[in-house]
């Protein structure tokens, strides 16, 4: 297993707690100097905040562990694309690199709609890494979403 798959496993951990309390499955985790110094998970639902994405979250606690806004020196792992406002915030943090779990064709930020981490009329730009342990993150997702529609059609039918 190489160093990015190990880190996306933890950032799936991260999903699976999203997942659990009914959450979007997605995960993210911040390492720098070889170390984990942040984890989040989305939890917009829970906390009836639009920006409590999971990247938002780790970006939160890893400027909090290393005491800057800066977080030069950092890898993000996520297990999906980042949407427009996490790839924002990515850039804005000077994190130096993002490795991705899956694509996000609808809303994804980092390649798949716009590369906004990796405009050029941007200060800073972000090394991305794509589709490491891409099945996995994208199954976690996937999965997630047929439950949801079944549950909606079972409740739907049950009025």
């Known amino acids: 297993m190489d160093i990015h798959e190990k880190y996306m496993k933890e950032a799936i951990k991260q999903a699976r707690k999203a997942e659990a309390i009914n959450e979007v499955p997605i995960g993210c985790v911040i390492v720098y100097e070889d170390k984990i110094i942040a984890r989040g998970y989305n939890r917009r639902k829970t906390d009836k905040n639009t920006l409590s994405h999971a990247e938002l979250i780790a970006i939160r606690k890893a400027s909090k562990k290393l005491g800057d806004w800066r977080l030069e020196g950092c890898t993000m792992y996520v297990t999906l694309e980042p949407c427009q406002m996490c790839a924002g915030a990515i850039v804005q943090a000077r994190i130096d690199r993002c490795v991705i779990g899956c694509m996000s064709p609808k809303s994804g930020c980092a390649g798949s709609i716009i590369n906004l981490l990796n405009m050029e009329e941007f200060n800073h730009k972000v090394e991305i890494i794509k589709g490491v342990l891409e099945k996995e993150c994208s199954g976690i997702l996937s999965d997630f979403f ?14």
């Open 146 to 159: 047929i439950k949801l529609r079944e549950k909606l059609k079972t409740e739907k039918d049950a009025d």
